[in-house]
């Protein structure tokens, strides 16, 4: 019978990432039964546990990313395998060799973004507020009374940036007389 040599420095690193758990699956199955993803496709929590026991793990695969981290197996986990744990820290591993799947790949981008920028589309900061330009919407102040905050998407999708402005003027059609203060986050508070 073939055997598989642990690749040990693969389980080492494991290891180091906080997956230490692995090592007390008796492969039961019983995460496989209770998680989710198995009532609309093949998910296998156990797999990847196994897998990480020898060093296996094939970070370039989505399949440890598509744990959404809802601990369902890991309350039912009779061996307290931490299951959740392992998968981040497996990510962890992924990531500190930038390896990523393409699927992850636009959160990756996104996330870049939002550390960079502050927005998931890494626009510059000084655009978020054009979407105001050439209507009457003064800059937030303390004491006013509405604050209008468009969000990323209304502020930079060049699909929904005129969805914006045509709120705020749809505001000024139907509430002609009522004296509201519309304002708009400006530059710097966005940042
Ligand atoms: S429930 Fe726990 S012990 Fe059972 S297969 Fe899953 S991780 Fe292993
Ligand atoms: S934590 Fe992940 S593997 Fe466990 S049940 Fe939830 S989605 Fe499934």
């Known amino acids: 019978m073939e055997t598989v040599a642990p690749f040990k420095e693969a389980i080492d690193e494991i290891k180091e990432s906080g997956a230490d758990a692995v090592k007390f699956c008796y492969q039961c199955g019983k995460c496989d039964t ?30 440890i ?39 992850v790949k636009p959160v990756r981008a ?14 510059a900061r000084s655009k978020r ?5 050439g209507l009457s919407v003064k800059t937030f102040t303390e004491g006013m009374e509405i604050l209008y905050f468009p969000g990323c998407y209304l502020s930079y999708d060049s699909r929904l940036k005129k ?19 519309l304002s708009r986050m400006s530059i710097q508070n966005s940042m």
């Open 163 to 181: 969805v914006a402005p045509i709120t705020v003027s749809k505001r000024f059609l139907f509430l002609p007389l009522i004296a509201i203060t």
């Open 110 to 123: 996104a996330s870049a973004g939002l550390f960079a920028e502050g927005n998931p589309f890494g626009e």
């Open 129 to 133: 507020a054009e979407w105001a330009e």
């Open 65 to 103: 990313w598509r744990c959404t981290t809802c601990e369902k197996c890991q309350q039912r986990c009779p061996r307290d395998v931490k299951q959740v744990n392992n998968m981040i820290a497996l990510r962890r591993f992924a990531t500190g060799y930038g390896v990523f799947p393409e699927a």
């Open 34 to 63: 209770v998680c989710p993803w198995n009532k609309v496709r093949t998910f296998s929590m156990r797999k990847l546990i196994r897998e990480a026991t020898f060093g296996l793990t094939e970070i370039e695969n989505e399949e």
